[in-house]
């Protein structure tokens, strides 16, 4: 097996710098449209075979050292009972929302194997079919990344009424949070029984608070997650797992995220790299960085960054490349494409 | 005169820490309602009297130490020669948008007694009518944060057509940022010949840029028009008019704005007000940065975070004391009223 990536989210030396791309299972893909063109995103989402089919295309084209589960942040809302729907050109809508306390108390904390039993067909199939080519990643959003969507019904601009719930009525917000990191948790546990051999916590909208906020109302969750898998996954004297947790708008939370307990550090572009991993304590894992919007730019200039990341980055302990964000839908193919043939070859020895 | 505020802004000794609010003048107020409630908001801002009216409501209602000229933005925009309208709960529509040679070669860069001389006549006026009570702050957007909406024709989520524009066609990017930063440069000097006594440069999508981009893309052109004032205030002999530097989401970019040559850095919530000053460079003057939603917490977490903020800033040469970004609309008055009246009451000696 290529576990270049699994060597590098442990720290290990690696014969080159491993490279996924966040939402590399996507729009920007002819091949992903077709196969979209014939389901909607939730069937695909829920339908085993399109979801591995998809997950599997990234790896064949794009030559990435990890696949990461296709699924979306979103699926365990759904589980917990509220209602969940995907609009075209309107992103997400969850209905009712978490606002009052019957609402909130109306949510359950679901069994995985059961109400989210195809995300874990899902891997399992994936496994087989990846038949140990490159490592699969398994994901979930962190507990206020998806508590936002939650709260606000879909995605915000300034996540007003989520600030509102927190700082008018700071208990109901934690009833839903601690249904949320039971819910995330259980469903982490069942992606890593299922075969997930790393998994990824997305806290998109982690970096919307200030440091103490964001460390009360977000992180706070993060840490009982990861400290609950790590305790698990000793119990069942399992193989270490690697987690990476993601963070949006990094710069400024960097001595928060580095108590997180994860395994390697989500950046993204906003910062240099080599101030992030100093930022989270010199000796990490980082992922990261290049602008998703960068990939607009002629190879020699998206070849010049990578150079520059893949520089930066050779101070931390250890480094997978990545986007600091997910690749956007206009992306020519071809340029992602040639961004891993970069870094494999940049990196190499 | 109250002059605690252009003190601080030299950094000089106060007697208490100043403080004004981003869109203090704004719709969380009743009394601007009614004046909004009788005229559309781009006739408020080109209607001097009308301006200056909701200029002063904050001076007399939150007691703040300074007043802001009541404007938008985008206002050189359409002085430029681009279509401006603004529709409720839509935000600005610009048009055509600015992504072609042709339609950028159209743009001219206006005399700003000319196209924009409301704007004059609201500072004259309100200097008459402040009578030397606060002083009065002018200011303009930064060249790339009004580029975005020039090139996206609006608000955006991702900036994806404005760093196209960069990426794709950089020569004429640079084309549409040099009328823009000779525009600003011409309409900064025009407040300050009618009054304004200091100036803000507000940078709010800076931050979506990696700071190599930011360099390059932003920064470069705000330096020159910093680098232009000043030349231009010491050979008119005038007195010093401090100029400060916002940028949103501030965390990641601190080594390049301390280049702007900025008397002032204003700083978004996302970091604290400590590192952000150190980051700086230490011996600066810095404005912020309370989150603007936690407005909606109860008065003595409002106090917490208040003496929080003053305790972390005594370490930077001079404090100003503001919001990390714009008050929110949905904001309660009466929490804002008593912001004022903590930070004076907290930092006073």
Chains 1, 2 share one sequence.
């Not at 990939?295 to 520059?308: A, N, Q, Y």
Request: charged fraction near 25%.
């Amino acid at each position: 097996m290529n576990d270049t990536f699994l060597k590098a989210c442990r720290g290990e030396e690696v014969p080159f710098t491993p490279v996924w791309i966040m939402r590399q299972a996507g729009r920007y893909l002819p091949e992903y449209r077709e196969v979209r063109g014939k389901a909607d995103f939730l069937t695909m989402c829920k339908t085993p075979e399109l979801a591995a089919k998809v997950t599997l295309q990234p790896v064949d084209i794009l030559n990435v050292d990890a696949a990461i589960l296709f699924s979306d942040i979103l699926i365990p809302c759904e589980a917990m009972g509220q209602g969940l729907e995907f609009q075209e050109n309107r992103g997400p809508i969850l209905d009712p929302v978490m606002r009052d306390k019957d609402t909130i108390d109306n949510l359950s904390v679901p069994d995985p194997e059961d109400k989210t039993k195809f995300v874990m067909d899902t891997i399992r199939l994936l496994r087989r079919e990846l038949a140990e080519r490159v490592p699969l990643i398994g994901f979930s959003g962190a507990p206020f990344t998806t508590a936002t969507y939650m709260i606000e019904g879909g995605t915000s601009r300034n996540f007003m009424n989520t600030k509102r719930l927190i700082y008018e009525t700071p208990m109901l917000y934690k009833s839903l949070m601690d249904k949320i990191t039971a819910t995330i948790t259980e469903y982490l546990k069942a992606q890593i029984s299922a075969g997930a051999q790393a998994v990824q916590i997305f806290d998109t909208w982690g970096g919307i608070f200030s440091p103490g906020d964001f460390r009360e109302f977000a992180l706070a969750y993060v840490i009982k997650i990861i400290d609950a898998l790590k305790k698990w996954i000793k119990t069942e004297n399992r193989e270490h797992v690697p987690i990476i947790y993601f963070v949006g708008q990094t710069a400024g939370l960097l001595k928060e995220i580095r108590t997180s307990g994860a395994d390697a550090f989500g950046v993204d572009w906003r910062i240099n790299i080599d101030d992030a991993a100093r930022g989270l304590g010199g000796d990490v894992v980082v992922q990261g960085n290049l602008d998703p919007l960068s990939m607009f730019l002629p190879h020699d200039k998206i070849e010049e960054r990578v150079k520059d990341i893949l520089g930066r980055a050779s101070s931390a302990r250890g480094h997978i490349f990545n986007l600091g964000h997910g690749v956007v839908p206009e992306t020519p193919p071809e340029n992602v494409i040639a961004l891993v043939e970069m870094v494999h070859r940049l990196s190499g020895k």
